[in-house]
């Protein structure tokens, strides 16, 4: 059987953070390299079966990126410390150990290791653009091996194709994987879920609001529906990143609404969740979010979006028609 090897430089990295090498993060054009990355090869028809990354965190955010954007879960991505700073041999040995029953690998890792591997499989050497680049950053490096991986040898790969970001259609295909329309981000940031918290105090029930990431404006915790996850445990996640807070997913029904965001709209759930605990201020993933208990009147007013305005009351009214437990 055939085997598929793809070869993914990581993402543009930002250097003007003061970190050491192998945490030196993506800039915002590397997390989008790597996602518009992925989501080409699925519009293709190409997704991996496993992804293998270095531990270097920007390898490490490329590869997970760009799996979500196959549709993938992080389960797919596995870090391989040797992939760190590894020449031709060393990621040889990565590949050969691959499970048999794996016929589309990619690797994720750095140059001049990936670029010297890329020579090292194929009987001659690739064409060098004038640039002198053959992957530059988020470039990917498609090949076919007709033996099992174990067999994989100098030479004994065919090239398929060498693909540059800045080569790739604009945008991202809506609906995934193949719809018509071009959007600014991968077609999953366009399902988001929310959660209302709620508690009981003296009889009277009470909301909690946050602070936007600014904290210019009152909202809710809101996120991504990140593939793996269901819209309600991607509430439930964003309620502990955000608000600093856990609970239970109330038995009321869920709100819908649209919010307008990377020039679409986005759809959003909203569930009501019963505050069991509350960190305190040092302990949150978020501590420069505000926080306000208020009433249902007072949270209302205060958000800025009507369409979730007239949801957050209309869950008000259902949360209190089921009275204090």
């Not at 988001?192 to 809710?220: D, K, M, T």
């Not at 009321?252 to 020039?263: E, F, L, M």
Request: aromatic share 6%.
């Amino acid at each position: 059987m055939p085997r598929e090897l793809a070869l993914l430089r990581h993402g543009k990295s930002d250097w003007s953070v003061p970190v050491g090498d192998l945490e030196r993060p993506l800039k915002k054009r590397g997390k989008l390299g790597a996602q518009r990355m992925g989501a080409w090869l699925a519009e293709q028809g190409w997704v991996a079966q496993r992804i293998l990354t270095s531990p270097a965190e920007r390898a490490l955010a490329t590869a997970e990126k760009c799996a979500k954007a196959m549709g993938l879960t992080r389960d797919v991505v596995t870090v391989e410390p040797s992939l760190y700073e590894a020449g031709p041999e060393a990621l040889a040995a990565v590949v050969r150990r691959c499970p048999e029953d794996i016929s589309r690998l990619m690797v994720v890792g750095h140059n001049p290791g990936l670029e010297a591997f890329l020579d090292w499989l194929l009987p001659a050497s690739p064409a060098v653009p004038d640039d002198g680049k053959v992957l530059p950053t988020a470039a990917m490096a498609r090949l076919l091996l007709d033996d099992d991986w174990a067999a994989l040898d100098a030479g004994g790969a065919r090239l398929v194709e060498i693909r540059r970001v800045r080569a790739l259609p604009e945008g991202f295909a809506y609906p995934f994987p193949d719809g018509a329309e071009r959007r600014e981000r991968p077609a999953y940031y366009y399902t988001q879920s929310a959660v209302l918290p709620y508690r009981w105090r003296a009889g009277a029930l009470e909301l909690l609001l946050i602070g936007s990431s600014s904290n210019r404006h009152w909202s809710l915790p809101k996120g991504i529906v990140e593939p793996g996850l269901s819209p309600e445990d991607s509430a439930l996640r964003e309620a502990g990143e955000e608000a600093g807070v856990s609970g239970a997913i109330a038995a009321v029904a869920p709100g819908r609404y649209r919010q307008a965001k990377w020039g679409a709209s986005c759809e959003v759930t909203l569930f009501a969740m019963h505050v069991e605990a509350e960190q305190p201020e040092h302990a949150r993933a978020e501590p420069h979010r505000a926080r306000r208990w208020c009433s249902p009147e007072q949270a209302a007013e205060s958000v800025k979006n009507e369409a979730l305005r007239r949801e957050l009351r209309a869950m008000a009214a259902r949360i209190a028609a089921e009275g204090a437990p």
